[in-house]
């Protein structure tokens, strides 16, 4: 299980990058005709710029763990939104952006689903939350919204049935102090198969304060730190990137 973690706001990706990776420039990701049409319908600056490096980077890394070409890599998805690779349907990958934050995960042991939230006030949150869950507890309190809305997106990412189908499959446990573990998911093999784990990220510089939530089946996943550092301190979040990019910026 790889995961990257990326910060839209900095800097573009580098030639430096492709120095070690035997990839040409003349071959980095470009937008499909589709996103270019996605791209101009914001209305902010920042949002569409934000919206086109992630799906860029998205190709850029994937390309890179595959030591494919990153303008050669097809990104397609099911009927239900879920993404895959046609060309490499060993490898499940699962994504999820933020403002400026976008967290990448690929697994080859099974489906995987990941949400990131940066943390900000949600008004009515846990009416909205209760509109696609309504097993939430009438006890829950208002700051418990942002750990179960991130690990319920990443399970039915993880199950590819998405909020409005999958939800109703998802077991969500609440315990003391706002947190939020994965019970199972009903439905789509044994409910106890699947793991899934929220970790906070702290605010850093310009960074936002986030939720991270990771769900996989039949591997537990690695804590966040080991995920996005390979069992190294995760670096600060504006360190330039390098050829083995675990955490890095774009």
Do not use: C
């Amino acid at each position: 299980m790889d995961a990257w973690l990326v910060d839209l706001d900095e800097h573009a990706w580098s030639p430096a990058r492709y120095a070690n990776t035997g990839t040409r420039p003349g071959s980095r990701a470009r937008a499909t005709p589709e996103e270019s049409r996605r791209a101009a319908e914001f209305t902010r600056a920042s949002s569409t710029r934000r919206f086109l490096r992630a799906r860029l980077a998205v190709r850029e890394l994937l390309g890179e763990r595959l030591a494919v070409p990153p303008a050669e890599l097809r990104v397609a998805r099911t009927p239900e939104g879920k993404p895959y690779l046609p060309d490499h349907p060993h490898l499940h990958i699962s994504w999820s952006r933020s403002e400026r934050l976008l967290l990448l995960a690929a697994a080859d042991t099974g489906p995987i689903g990941v949400d990131i939230e940066w943390l900000r006030p949600m008004p009515a949150a846990l009416d909205a939350l209760a509109t696609v869950y309504p097993a939430l507890p009438v006890t829950a309190e208002p700051e418990v919204f942002l750990p179960a809305w991130t690990l319920l997106e990443a399970a039915v990412k993880a199950t590819g049935l998405g909020l409005a189908r999958g939800a109703k499959d998802v077991d969500l446990a609440l315990g003391p102090g706002n947190t939020v573990s994965l019970r199972g998911i009903v439905g789509h093999g044994p409910p106890d198969a699947w793991y899934g784990r929220t970790e906070p990220l702290a605010a850093s510089g310009a960074l936002p304060a986030a939720v991270v939530a990771v769900v996989t089946r039949d591997r537990p996943p690695m804590s966040l730190n080991q995920l996005l550092g390979r069992d190294r301190p995760m670096p600060a979040p504006t360190a330039r990137s390098s050829p083995d990019p675990f955490v890095l910026t774009l």
